[in-house]
Each structure stands twice: as structure tokens, then as C-alpha cells.
């Protein structure tokens, strides 16, 4: 964590963070982006602003009682938070105006009553905890007890326009440190704070931020040049982008979403990266499938999802989500999954991926659509461990089409 306090306006910042994402309902991304973008503040300040609430966020529930206090009181008791908060690292406390923090001696009875509660320890709601026992059974806790930590920054080498050993250099040169992640050959670990995307690499395109687990997901496409490639849930396309690297730039790539203004995020990024074998195409209805029937040698479906794998990196989602939630996702899945599949040719590939690690999002949704069709094969399938790999978690499978 920190090595020593945070100043009183940085304090102040990530209060007014907090009280943006959890009364306002704001992701988490857009309350930094509305903060960060009118201050001049040096790379490493930003750094340890957004460590501490990243931090408070996955834990919330349990800095709220050691504070003795709600999620709801922060806007009247947030410096005894960020006090709660330094006390419970070692960190030297922040001079701050405003309510104190609890006593010594409370704090350690707080403090020693929450570590006989393993849930409230890994800073998990209790809608969650019971979903998580209820579908990974024993091996919960350790998953729980990983989407507590800190993510890892990683970033993918655009192969389209260096070696990751050639970016390897070039980031070195602009004071980023990185190592190899192993087992993901496009893979890069950022292991200092650096401002990333002021680097001449960036600019240049060399590289897209985007976790290893989801260069995995991307890399089981094992798309080749000259294929006709479909990416139908494309968001800002940054597995679309790793697609176009597979496949040299040669062949289509179809990048469809039924939100306009994350293909334009697209068009952007594949033209730094130059991806020029990316097209987009907005869903306007079932005939945007029909005009592409059999059409497709790679299907990707990185379907609507809950996130619980990736709740390192959004820990907001934990505090904004209820249980209820999920049966209206897995029925969306379900229409994908049956709607989409149409676009696969014979002897092509479906891969269905989620960012989730809840069996009903990945397994039981493939296991359900092969039952009731008969024209798909399974292949293999892998759910990626938050807590066995140290990536965000998710789930791809691997289907072929046999027969119209």
C-alpha cells in the first residue's frame, strides 16, 4: 500500500470520490475522469489517490465498521474514514479537520471482531458471499479473499506494430517498468507507476491496457489471416483490437455492439493501432443477424455479464449490485447465445466468454444451448481463477458448428 499519508487535499479528494460513486451511483472510472481532468496533479500523486480508494471501495463494508459508521455517513464522517483507513495499514495519520477517529481501544475490538467474520474481512456484501457459497461451494473463500487485493496493471503488445521485446526497450526508455507475464505471450506487467497513456509507446500505438485473463479470452479466437472474424458484443473492442493482431491485419473483422458510441471508441483506437481490417456495425434488430447467416469462420460472444470476476478492477459493482440482478443477465446470455450462434458456418467456432467466475453465467449456460442444439460440438472450455492466476477472473468456451 502507501509508505506514508496522504496530504489533506488528496484526503479530500478521495472523500469526494467515494461520495460521487456510491450516492451519485457513478462508475467508478467516469468520478476519477470528473475529478482528474481540471487538476494538475503529478502521475505519482494520482497513483496513490487512486490505490486508497480502490482499495476502500473493495473493502468498504469493513472500513465502515471499524469507523463505527455507514457507507451513507461519508459525507459527514469521511475523515474518520481516512483516518480508520491509515490506522488499519500503519500509515502515519493524516492531519485532517473534522470528526476523529475512534479510540485506540475501540478500534481494536472492532478490529479483532471483524477478523472472526471472513466475509466482512474480504470486504464482501452479503448477497455476494451467499451466491458465491452457493455456486463455487469451498472454493469461495479463496476466490472472495483474492477479489480483495489490489489488480495488477498489465498491458498487451499490439503485434501489428512491435515485438514485445521492442516495447519491452521503448517503455524502459520512458521510465515504465515492465516484466513478461507468463503464459500469455502478449502479456506485459507494468510493475512501476507510471502515467501510461502519456508515453510516446501509447501514442504510437504499441500497446493497448487490457488485463492478461482477457488477452486469454481474446487469444482462444485463435483467429487466422483471411478468416471472416465476428466480434457481436464488442464494446470498446479492446479483444477486437487482439483479434485483428492475430490475424496480420488480413481478412474481415466485424466488430458489432448495439451502443454507437462504443464503436466510435473503437474507429479511434483501431487507428492508432492500425487495425485496419476492423468494421463496425451497429445491431439494429434481427435482420443484422440474418444478412449474416453461416457467414462467420470465428465467432466471439464476450456476452453481457455480472462482472464478479473483474471486481478487483471495479469494486464499485459490489455496493451498486443486488442478487437480483443475475437471473435477468443469464436470461440475456441465454438469448445471445441462441440468437448469435446463427452466424457461425459449418466447421466454424464459437467462443462464449464472460467476466465472470459464477458457474451459472459460463458452464450451465453451455451446457443448456448444447442440449438444445444439436449443430455445435463442445470443444473445451476454462474458467481463469481470480485467485489460482492473479488475473481478473473469466470464462471462455470453445463450440463448433457441425451441421446447419
Not at 490505490?51 to 473493502?59: E, P, Q, S
Not at 470528526?99 to 477478523?115: G, N, V
Not at 485463435?222 to 466480434?231: N, Q, R
Not at 481463469?384 to 492466476?389: C, K, P, R, T
Amino acid at each position: 500500500m502507501l509508505n506514508s499519508a496522504l496530504s489533506p487535499s488528496s484526503n479530500k479528494l478521495v472523500i469526494s470520490i467515494l461520495e460521487m460513486v456510491l450516492s451519485q451511483g457513478k462508475p467508478l472510472d467516469r468520478a476519477y475522469s470528473v475529478h482528474f481532468s481540471a487538476l494538475q496533479l503529478e502521475s505519482s500523486e494520482l497513483a496513490r489517490i487512486t490505490k486508497a480508494t480502490g482499495d476502500i471501495l473493495r473493502r468498504l463494508n469493513l472500513y465502515c465498521f471499524l469507523s463505527d459508521m455507514t457507507a451513507q455517513d461519508i459525507p459527514r464522517l469521511g475523515t474518520r474514514l481516512m483516518h480508520t483507513w491509515h490506522l488499519f495499514h500503519d500509515i502515519k495519520l493524516p492531519k485532517m479537520h473534522g470528526p476523529s477517529p475512534l479510540d485506540e481501544a475501540q478500534y481494536i475490538t472492532r478490529l479483532e471482531q471483524a477478523k472472526k467474520q471472513p466475509a466482512l474481512w474480504d470486504g464482501c456484501p452479503e448477497w455476494l458471499d451467499k451466491m458465491g457459497q452457493k455456486q463455487l461451494g469451498d472454493n469461495w473463500a479463496k476466490e472472495r479473499a483474492a477479489l480483495k487485493t489490489q489488480p495488477k496493471r498489465f498491458i498487451r503488445t499490439n503485434f501489428l506494430k512491435c515485438s514485445r521485446a521492442d516495447l519491452i526497450k521503448k517503455l524502459r526508455s520512458e521510465q515504465v517498468e515492465t516484466k513478461e507475464v507468463q503464459g500469455v505471450d502478449s502479456a506485459l506487467e507494468v510493475i512501476s507507476d507510471s502515467a501510461l497513456f502519456r508515453t510516446e509507446s501509447f501514442k504510437m500505438g504499441w500497446f493497448e491496457q487490457q488485463d492478461a485473463g482477457s488477452q486469454l479470452v481474446a487469444a482462444a479466437v485463435d483467429a487466422k489471416p483471411g478468416m471472416c472474424v465476428i466480434d457481436a458484443c464488442a464494446g470498446a473492442g479492446g479483444k477486437t483490437l487482439s483479434i485483428a493482431a492475430q490475424m496480420q491485419g488480413k481478412g474481415r473483422l466485424l466488430a458489432m455492439d448495439v451502443e454507437h458510441w462504443k464503436l466510435e471508441s473503437l474507429k479511434q483506437r483501431a487507428k492508432r493501432a492500425n487495425a485496419l481490417n476492423i468494421e463496425t456495425r451497429i445491431i439494429v434488430g434481427s435482420k443484422t443477424i440474418k444478412r449474416r447467416k453461416l457467414t462467420a469462420d470465428r465467432l466471439l460472444l464476450d456476452v453481457p455479464c455480472s462482472g464478479l470476476g473483474v471486481l478487483k478492477r471495479n469494486p464499485d459493482a459490489k455496493w451498486r449490485d443486488t442478487a437480483e440482478r443475475l437471473p435477468v443477465l443469464v436470461e440475456l446470455q441465454k438469448h445471445i447465445l441462441q440468437s448469435y450462434s446463427r452466424l457461425v458456418k459449418v466447421g466454424g467456432i464459437l467462443i462464449y466468454a464472460t467476466c465472470s467466475i459464477m458457474p451459472e453465467e459460463n458452464r450451465n449456460q453451455i451446457d443448456a444451448f448444447l442440449a438444445e442444439n444439436k449443430q455445435f460440438k463442445f470443444i473445451e472450455d476454462e474458467t481463469i481463477s481470480v485467485a489460482d492466476s492473479g488475473f481478473d477472473g473469466f470464462y471462455m468456451a470453445r463450440l463448433e458448428r457441425i451441421g446447419e
